[in-house]
C-alpha cells in the first residue's frame, strides 16, 4: 500500500500483522523470510477435513462378524430342519439353476447354428459392438479417491 | 437431518415389504398365510434355500474382504462415486458374457470351444462373487457407515471393512427374502457389482488397455 504503512510493518510486524492482506509485497517478503527461516506452515485442523474411508476400516468387530454368522446359519438351519431339506438339498437346488443356465446356452447356440447365414453375420456384429462398447467403457480412468 | 433419513430407510424397507407381500399374495388370499399346506412348504423350502445361500454369502463376503479388504473398499468407493457408469458397465458386461458364452459354445466342435468356455464361466463368477460383496460394503457404508469422526470414535461395533459387509449382507439378503422384489434387486445388485469388479479391476488401480505411445527422441 504505502510507504509509511509498509515502514510500520517492518518497524514492528506482529501489532501490524493485518497490513499484508492488502500488501503484496510485504506478504511476498513475509513469505520469503518464512521460507528462509524454515518456519513452520499454519497448522491443518485436522477434524475439520471429512472422513476419510479408510479411517478405522482396519477395526475388526470379530464379536459382530461371527454373531452375524452364527444368526444367518442357525436361522439357515433352522428353516431347512422345519422343511425336512439337507444342506445337500440346497447345493442340489443351486446346482439346478446352473443346469437351467446350461439348458439355455444350448438352445441359444442350436438356434444360432439352424439360423441364416444373414442372421448369423448380425449375431457376429452384435457380438463385436457389444465387446466394443465393453472396451470403451473399460477404458474410463476410475474416480474414487483415494482409498 | 441424518437420523431422519436412517429412520426414513428401515420404514422404506418395511413398507415396500409389505406392500409387495400384499401385490404378490394370490387374490382373494389371507394376508396371514398361503390357501394350502403345499404353498406353504414351497414357500418355506424356497426360504430356506435362500437363507442357507445368503450363510454362505455371508461366509465368503467375510473371507474375501480379511483377505483383500483394501481392494473392496477401494470398489465400494467407485460404486458410489460413479454408480451411473458401474451400472452401465455391469450391463453391458453381462451382455458381453451371455453373448461370449453362446459364441464360445458355438465353438465346441472345434475343441477350443471348452476351455475358453469354462475359462469365461470361472472369469464371470469370480467376478460376481467380488462384486457383489463390494455392493455388500457399499450397501453397509451407506447404511451404517460414520459420517464424522467423533461417530466413528464413539463406535466399538459398526466400524471397519469387516462391519459393513456384514451390515451389507443383512440389509440385502432382507431385502432377498421379499417375493418378486427381492430377486430384483438382488439382480441390479448384480449388475452393480460386476460392473464396479470391472471398472476397478478388482479393487486394483491399474488400467485394463495399455495406452499407446511413441518414443520421444
Known amino acids: ?147 | 437431518m441424518r437420523r431422519m433419513l436412517r429412520l426414513f430407510l428401515p420404514l422404506t424397507i418395511a413398507a415396500a415389504s409389505l406392500v409387495t407381500a400384499m401385490v404378490a399374495a394370490p387374490p382373494g388370499a389371507n394376508v396371514r398365510g398361503p390357501l394350502t399346506v403345499g404353498d406353504a412348504t414351497a414357500m418355506l423350502q424356497k426360504t430356506a434355500v435362500i437363507a442357507a445361500l445368503l450363510a454362505v454369502w455371508m461366509l465368503a463376503a467375510v473371507a474375501l474382504t480379511l483377505l483383500s479388504g483394501r481392494e473392496i473398499r477401494y470398489s465400494s468407493l467407485e460404486m458410489r462415486a460413479s454408480a451411473l457408469h458401474c451400472f452401465a458397465l455391469g450391463l453391458v458386461a453381462v451382455t458381453s458374457f451371455a453373448l461370449t458364452a453362446i459364441v464360445f459354445s458355438y465353438l465346441i466342435p472345434y475343441h477350443v470351444g471348452v476351455p475358453l468356455l469354462f475359462a469365461l464361466g470361472v472369469f464371470a463368477i469370480l467376478t460376481k462373487i467380488y462384486g457383489t460383496v463390494a455392493v455388500f460394503h457399499a450397501v453397509g457404508t451407506l447404511v451404517a457407515g460414520s459420517r464424522t469422526r467423533e461417530q466413528l470414535a464413539r463406535r466399538h461395533w459398526l466400524r471397519g471393512d469387516l462391519a459393513m459387509v456384514v451390515v451389507g449382507v443383512a440389509v440385502l439378503g432382507a431385502l432377498r427374502l421379499i417375493p418378486i422384489v427381492g430377486p430384483i434387486i438382488w439382480g441390479f445388485a448384480s449388475v452393480f457389482g460386476i460392473g464396479t469388479a470391472l471398472a476397478t479391476k478388482f479393487g486394483r488401480r491399474e488400467p485394463w488397455f495399455l495406452a499407446w505411445r511413441t518414443v520421444e527422441s
Open chain 1, 1 to 147: 500500500m504505502t510507504d509509511s504503512a509498509c515502514q510500520r510493518y517492518l518497524e514492528d510486524p506482529e501489532p501490524n500483522a493485518a497490513h499484508l492482506e492488502t500488501c503484496a509485497t510485504c506478504r511476498a517478503e513475509a513469505a520469503g523470510l518464512a521460507e528462509k527461516a524454515g518456519a513452520e506452515p499454519a497448522p491443518i485442523d485436522l477434524d475439520a477435513l471429512p472422513l476419510a474411508p479408510w479411517e478405522g476400516s482396519s477395526h475388526r468387530p470379530w464379536g459382530l462378524v461371527l454373531g452375524g454368522a452364527v444368526v444367518v446359519i442357525a436361522i439357515a438351519l433352522a428353516l431347512c430342519d422345519a422343511t425336512g431339506m439337507s444342506p445337500l438339498h440346497v447345493a442340489e437346488s443351486s446346482l439346478a439353476s446352473m443346469e437351467g443356465i446350461r439348458s439355455l446356452l444350448t438352445r441359444a447356440t442350436a438356434s444360432l447354428r439352424a439360423a441364416s447365414l444373414g442372421m448369423q453375420i448380425a449375431f457376429g456384429v452384435l457380438f463385436l459392438v457389444v465387446n466394443a462398447l465393453l472396451i470403451v467403457l473399460l477404458r474410463r480412468a476410475p474416480r474414487g479417491i483415494d482409498a
